[in-house]
């Protein structure tokens, strides 16, 4: 096992868990109505300075931002991808950082160097000098008050999520990454990606009603969020909105003296194999498009592109973007696993369409594993999946599988996977899987519904049906859908491995 010193990547993991707000915490600060704010950016602030750096640092990344509630993941995926392939030809960027969340397998997948993960040892290094740098400052310096309306010290170290955005700064500072992509985590404002003060360009993806206590429950809210990434002096881009959104994008640009550029697809995308074939991923495209060409101008002022026609590396890197979890197709003998984390209703929708658009030409029973733990909106999100199916014209699902997300049967969680933020009694309980199976069986009788403790449970009992439900030419179609938690231990389990 990699190790900093004699602490290890294990050690680094365990330690990065306690930082998680436990289940208890997280419901009694929602009952106060405690939410994200300024403060939480002014922390970060605090937090950036007692590693070594200041704001104005970061301007040495280079950083493309992006937010959204569907498709920056996606985006974030086909910019590094593009940037990736003129990496090969050209000098800039000698180093390409892309810092995501959340992860699939291996927290270290959160932050990559050149299309890779960092590897054990690099996280391990990085995680505890960040770890101690933050303790001797608070030692040197006594404990700091930045919420001045609750007058409660700052942590000495941030949050789980927060500490991994803070290490990703310091660790591609310390690494000399010169270009580095940004997905945001929660909203953009008060995100703690949000302290970046000149990105090279900032865009924001398709927007909709998520996480709707941080950001608020209507689109104009959750836009006011999402424009925060937009910076004065750095160009914007977004793509198609509702209305009332694209309005309050449009204003907030306009506050900070920015012209919002609203992209319609991309004409030069005719021809190129942006997968999966659909409207959606055309559209994170074309947004992709346009902050990698923003990059490209400030780290190659000299680059010349084609307005009629993308040269060879923007349809390479489109054509050839790897972003897990995301639409994948499997191959297990008589079982074709269709694996996409969909986390809203409007994505469980889209995720559904195109697993029915993969069945089209196939016969055999259809199979779904899903959960969404911790969100009690998610019921209501099945009924979405139901109808979408039915209107391809595809019937129903003919066995439901609702699991948690705990990774295996004898051992539990895998380390990266635990999470603190979740009521373990429900968890314990399989309340949500309860839940969702009575209201499945509700809207679907004819459906076999079964409710299961965990991952690798649910799998095997899809397994098990490849052996029995099977006849000759046929193939059991399933589809593991919603949280990225669930498709990150499905995919672990499926392939045998322990990171991408």
């Given at each position: 096992?990699?190790?900093?010193?004699?602490?290890?990547?294990?050690?680094?993991?365990?330690?990065?868990?306690?930082?998680?707000?436990?289940?208890?915490?997280?419901?009694?600060?929602?009952?106060?109505?405690?939410?994200?704010?300024?403060?939480?950016?002014?922390?970060?602030?605090?937090?950036?300075?007692?590693?070594?750096y200041a704001p104005s640092d970061l301007k040495r990344l280079n950083i493309?931002?992006?937010?959204?509630?569907?498709?920056?993941?996606?985006?974030?995926?086909?910019?590094?991808?593009?940037?990736?392939?003129?990496?090969?030809?050209?000098?800039?960027?000698?180093?390409?950082?892309?810092?995501?969340?959340?992860?699939?397998?291996?927290?270290?997948?959160?932050?990559?160097?050149?299309?890779?993960?960092?590897?054990?040892?690099?996280?391990?290094?990085?995680?505890?000098?960040?770890?101690?740098?933050?303790?001797?400052?608070?030692?040197?310096?006594?404990?700091?008050?930045?919420?001045?309306?609750?007058?409660?010290?700052?942590?000495?170290?941030?949050?789980?999520?927060?500490?991994?955005?803070?290490?990703?700064?310091?660790?591609?500072?310390?690494?000399?990454?010169?270009?580095?992509?940004?997905?945001?985590?929660?909203?953009?404002?008060?995100?703690?990606?949000?302290?970046?003060?000149?990105?090279?360009?900032?865009?924001?993806?398709?927007?909709?009603?998520?996480?709707?206590?941080?950001?608020?429950?209507?689109?104009?809210?959750?836009?006011?969020?999402?424009?925060?990434?937009?910076?004065?002096?750095?160009?914007?881009?977004?793509?198609?909105?509702?209305?009332?959104?694209?309005?309050?994008?449009?204003?907030?640009?306009?506050?900070?003296?920015?012209?919002?550029?609203?992209?319609?697809?991309?004409?030069?995308?005719?021809?190129?194999?942006?997968?999966?074939?659909?409207?959606?991923?055309?559209?994170?495209?074309?947004?992709?498009?346009?902050?990698?060409?923003?990059?490209?101008?400030?780290?190659?002022?000299?680059?010349?592109?084609?307005?009629?026609?993308?040269?060879?590396?923007?349809?390479d890197g489109l054509e050839q973007v790897v972003w897990r979890g995301r639409?994948?197709?499997?191959?297990?003998?008589?079982?074709?696993?269709?694996?996409?984390?969909?986390?809203?209703?409007?994505?469980?929708?889209?995720?559904?369409?195109?697993?029915?658009?993969?069945?089209?030409?196939?016969?055999?029973?259809?199979?779904?594993?899903?959960?969404?733990?911790?969100?009690?909106?998610?019921?209501?999100?099945?009924?979405?999946?139901?109808?979408?199916?039915?209107?391809?014209?595809?019937?129903?699902?003919?066995?439901?599988?609702?699991?948690?997300?705990?990774?295996?049967?004898?051992?539990?969680?895998?380390?990266?996977?635990?999470?603190?933020?979740?009521?373990?009694?429900?968890?314990?309980?399989?309340?949500?899987?309860?839940?969702?199976?009575?209201?499945?069986?509700?809207?679907?009788?004819?459906?076999?519904?079964?409710?299961?403790?965990?991952?690798?449970?649910?799998?095997?009992?899809?397994?098990?049906?490849?052996?029995?439900?099977?006849?000759?030419?046929?193939?059991?179609?399933?589809?593991?859908?919603?949280?990225?938690?669930?498709?990150?231990?499905?995919?672990?389990?499926?392939?045998?491995?322990?990171?991408?």
């Amino acid at each position: 096992m990699a190790s900093q010193g004699d602490r290890t990547y294990n050690d680094a993991i365990d330690a990065l868990n306690s930082l998680q707000t436990p289940y208890a915490i997280v419901q009694a600060r929602r009952k106060a109505g405690i939410r994200p704010d300024a403060a939480s950016v002014a922390e970060m602030q605090v937090y950036l300075r007692r590693v070594g750096y200041a704001p104005s640092d970061l301007k040495r990344l280079n950083i493309v931002h992006v937010a959204g509630t569907k498709g920056k993941g996606s985006t974030c995926a086909f910019v590094a991808s593009i940037l990736s392939q003129y990496q090969k030809l050209h000098s800039a960027p000698s180093k390409l950082g892309l810092f995501t969340s959340p992860h699939l397998i291996a927290v270290r997948e959160r932050i990559k160097i050149n299309g890779a993960s960092i590897g054990e040892e690099l996280f391990a290094r990085y995680f505890f000098e960040v770890w101690d740098k933050l303790g001797e400052a608070e030692e040197r310096e006594g404990q700091t008050v930045v919420d001045q309306r609750l007058g409660i010290p700052m942590p000495t170290r941030p949050v789980y999520s927060r500490y991994l955005t803070l290490m990703s700064y310091y660790l591609y500072l310390q690494e000399g990454v010169d270009c580095a992509v940004y997905e945001t985590g929660i909203g953009g404002e008060f995100d703690a990606t949000n302290i970046v003060e000149n990105p090279v360009a900032s865009g924001i993806s398709t927007l909709g009603i998520d996480h709707v206590f941080a950001l608020g429950d209507t689109i104009e809210k959750i836009a006011w969020h999402k424009a925060g990434i937009i910076k004065t002096g750095s160009p914007a881009f977004t793509i198609e909105q509702v209305p009332e959104a694209a309005e309050v994008l449009k204003e907030r640009a306009k506050e900070k003296g920015v012209t919002l550029k609203i992209l319609d697809i991309d004409p030069r995308l005719k021809g190129v194999n942006v997968r999966p074939d659909a409207l959606f991923q055309k559209k994170n495209a074309s947004l992709g498009i346009a902050l990698a060409e923003a990059a490209l101008q400030k780290l190659s002022p000299n680059t010349n592109i084609d307005s009629s026609q993308l040269p060879q590396q923007f349809v390479d890197g489109l054509e050839q973007v790897v972003w897990r979890g995301r639409c994948e197709v499997k191959v297990e003998g008589p079982i074709i696993w269709h694996v996409d984390g969909a986390h809203t209703v409007d994505s469980l929708k889209m995720a559904t369409r195109w697993f029915a658009g993969e069945c089209a030409e196939r016969t055999g029973h259809k199979a779904l594993i899903f959960n969404q733990q911790g969100r009690d909106e998610a019921v209501h999100f099945l009924e979405g999946i139901i109808s979408s199916l039915k209107a391809q014209g595809q019937g129903a699902f003919d066995h439901v599988v609702f699991c948690t997300n705990v990774t295996y049967a004898e051992t539990g969680y895998k380390r990266d996977f635990v999470n603190y933020q979740y009521d373990p009694a429900a968890v314990k309980a399989l309340t949500a899987q309860r839940a969702f199976a009575e209201k499945w069986s509700a809207l679907d009788p004819q459906a076999k519904v079964v409710v299961l403790p965990t991952i690798e449970d649910a799998i095997n009992h899809v397994r098990a049906l490849g052996k029995t439900e099977v006849r000759q030419g046929e193939t059991i179609q399933a589809l593991i859908t919603g949280s990225l938690h669930l498709v990150g231990g499905a995919l672990s389990i499926l392939e045998g491995v322990d990171a991408f």
